[in-house]
């Protein structure tokens, strides 16, 4: 696994979340308290960006369909819903946070 830099910790004194890339995947870094989770940043129903979701607990909602994500599993909390009807969703993935003095790392598997 390759650790990469992708913010620091003086970046979140604002703000609770941050879009970042790397190797070409879109990656949401959020902050809670001061544990920081890395999840995919689209929505695995429609492609639909996390960032611009809502974060209540330890959970992400899709701002299109609200299919809600544990920050640290990556699982389904809530099936999102258009209209009335319940739409299935896979979990997302979850990437492995580092912290080394005010930097802020997120493992990517190295492509082989």
């Known amino acids: 696994m390759n650790f990469v830099k992708v913010a620091e910790i003086q970046e979140f004194t604002a ?3 941050k879009k970042v890339e790397v190797n070409g995947i879109e990656i949401l870094l959020v902050r809670k308290k001061d544990v920081y989770y890395a999840v995919s940043n689209r929505c695995p129903h429609m492609g639909g960006s996390l960032y611009d979701g809502k974060i209540e607990g330890d959970a992400v909602f899709c701002p299109k369909h609200g299919s ?8 389904v909390v809530e099936q999102g819903k258009l209209l009335f009807i319940k739409v299935k ?5 979850t990437f492995p946070v580092k912290i080394e ?3 802020i790392f997120i ?3 190295s492509k082989k």
Request: aromatic share 4%.
């Open 107 to 109: 493992g990517i598997e």
């Open 101 to 103: 003095g005010n930097e």
């Open 89 to 93: 969703v896979n979990q997302i993935t």
């Open 68 to 75: 809600g994500f544990n920050l640290k599993t990556g699982e």
């Open 15 to 17: 703000v609770a979340k």
